[in-house]
């Protein structure tokens, strides 16, 4: 089964320092490349900051954009995986394995299989 793991955290808890910040990527480096060696991994991206956001809504056959995330909240959503594992509860040991959990949050969600 399909499940996506989506990261969320505060960019207030960011790495503080050059060194920080390399081992944050060097630890989503080793993580990725253990999921991709498990064949568990079909995709997963980093995103650009909530800022660089754009919001669409349709309403009465009016669209409407909007700058910046849809809700004010202190996380963001800042990188996602979808990965291929028998079970909920392999997909739970993943994200708790994405070093973002460790400050942040990840949340697991089966993909819908619409075939």
Same mark, same amino acid.
């Given at each position: 089964? +399909? ?6 955290t505060?960019?207030?808890? /960011?790495? +503080?320092?050059?060194?920080? /910040?390399? +081992? !944050?990527?060097?630890?989503?480096a ?6 991709i060696?498990?064949?568990? !991994?079909?995709? /997963?991206?980093? !995103? ?13 056959? &009016? ?9 004010? &909240? +202190? ?18 040991? !993943?994200?708790?394995?994405?070093p973002?959990?460790?400050? /942040?949050?990840?949340e ?8």
């Amino acid at each position: 089964m +399909k499940y996506m793991l989506l990261i969320y955290t505060d960019p207030a808890d /960011g790495p +503080k320092t050059q060194a920080e /910040g390399e +081992k !944050l990527t060097a630890d989503y480096a080793a993580f990725t490349q253990e999921i991709i060696d498990s064949q568990e !991994l079909v995709v /997963g991206d980093a !995103l650009q900051g909530a800022d660089t956001a754009t919001v669409v809504r349709l309403r009465s056959g &009016t669209v409407a954009t909007t700058d910046g995330p849809f809700a004010e &909240t +202190k996380e963001h959503l800042v990188g996602y995986y979808v990965v291929e594992v028998p079970d909920l509860d392999r997909a739970l040991a !993943l994200a708790a394995r994405i070093p973002g959990a460790a400050t /942040g949050s990840v949340e697991v969600r089966p993909i819908r299989d619409m075939g």
